[in-house]
T-cell receptor
Framework: KQEVTQIPAALSVPEGENLVLNCSFT??????LQWFRQDPGKGLTSLLL?????REQTSGRLNASLDKSSGRSTLYIAASQPGDSATYLC??????????FGSGTRLSIRP | DAGITQSPRHKVTETGTPVTLRCHQT?????MYWYRQDPGHGLRLIHY???????DKGEVSDGYSVSRSKTEDFLLTLESATSSQTSVYFC??????????????FGPGTRLTVL
């Protein structure tokens, strides 16, 4: 059974720092991995989607990497800003009905 | 943002009553999903649809049914609501090539409280 873990559960850093969020999964037979952002009381916003054949994806200050063999993905945020404060979730898809989400990392950027 | 709306946005109901939540999309995406989000459990897939009248179960489908009679609408029904179904419900869509290769877009959520 696929399990997705995100550590740490919460993270607080000062503005301007570069940071890395981690996502690990137990079954490497995946089709894709997606990173989302969720603001309090809101829905999820897709940040990056990495196909199983890809190693990384970049969007602006965000870079996501995927290492299927080790069951790991990282989300790198450069030059963090207070507006980056949110909960970040990763989700792993192995079929149309098997989409497993991690429990998220709650990120707080201190001005 | 993808054109996804959910209604109602908030609902309080009593145990044993039927409840229907609606998800409406304007993007003509093929796939639609219903999730629930609970503290300590994260997001879990309830049901999904891969076309009109084509639906299948997700991880936590017991006590829920769905219907999709039009591309744009996906309904989630709790036939007899229980307190354990108190949750925030999210609808999502994807469609260029299905979930296996495509980004999921989420609606704003429905907060359901069953007393």
């Amino acid at each position: 059974k696929q399990e997705v873990t995100q550590i740490p559960a919460a993270l607080s850093v000062p503005e301007g720092e570069n940071l890395v969020l981690n996502c690990s999964f137990t079954d490497s037979a995946i089709y894709n991995l997606q990173w989302f952002r969720q603001d309090p009381g809101k829905g999820l916003t897709s940040l990056l989607l990495i196909q199983s054949s890809q190693r990384e994806q970049t969007s602006g200050r965000l870079n996501a990497s995927l290492d299927k063999s080790s069951g790991r993905s990282t989300l790198y945020i450069a030059a963090s800003q207070p507006g980056d404060s949110a909960t970040y979730l990763c989700a792993v898809s192995s079929s149309a009905s098997k989409i497993i989400f991690g429990s998220g990392t709650r990120l707080s950027i201190r001005p | 943002d993808a054109g996804i709306t959910q209604s109602p946005r908030h609902k309080v109901t009593e145990t044993g009553t039927p409840v229907t939540l609606r998800c409406h999309q304007t993007e003509n995406h093929r796939y639609m999903y219903w999730y629930r989000q609970d503290p300590g459990h994260g997001l879990r897939l309830i049901h999904y649809s891969y076309g009109v009248k084509d639906t299948d179960k997700g991880e936590v489908s017991d006590g829920y049914s769905v219907s999709r009679s039009k591309t744009e609408d996906f309904l989630l029904t709790l036939e007899s609501a229980t307190s354990s179904q108190t949750s925030v419900y999210f609808c999502a869509i994807s469609g260029l090539a299905g979930v296996l290769a495509d980004t999921q877009y989420f609606g704003p959520g429905t907060r359901l409280t069953v007393l």
